[in-house]
């Protein structure tokens, strides 16, 4: 089953952009999955201190 994911375009200041890079090399994951993954871990860490965020069908499926 595929895998339903959003696409969008980002840009990053070529120092954060360095860094994440390298960053990735050392943990062996793409620059692409390791954004996502800094990504999903400041998610939980701000549900943990605010609460859980909740998204309706129609907030995910529109853009």
């Not at 696409?7 to 070529?14: A, E, H, I, K, V």
């Not at 954060?16 to 999903?40: G, P, V, Y």
């Not at 965020?53 to 853009?63: G, P, V």
């Amino acid at each position: 089953m595929a895998v339903i994911k959003s696409q969008f375009t980002m840009r990053l200041d070529p120092l954060t952009h360095c860094k994440i890079k390298k960053i990735a090399a050392e943990e062996h994951r793409s620059l692409t999955n390791m954004i996502e993954f800094l990504i999903a871990r400041e998610i939980k860490q701000y549900e943990r201190e605010n609460g859980e965020i909740s998204c309706t069908d129609e907030e995910l499926y529109t853009e």
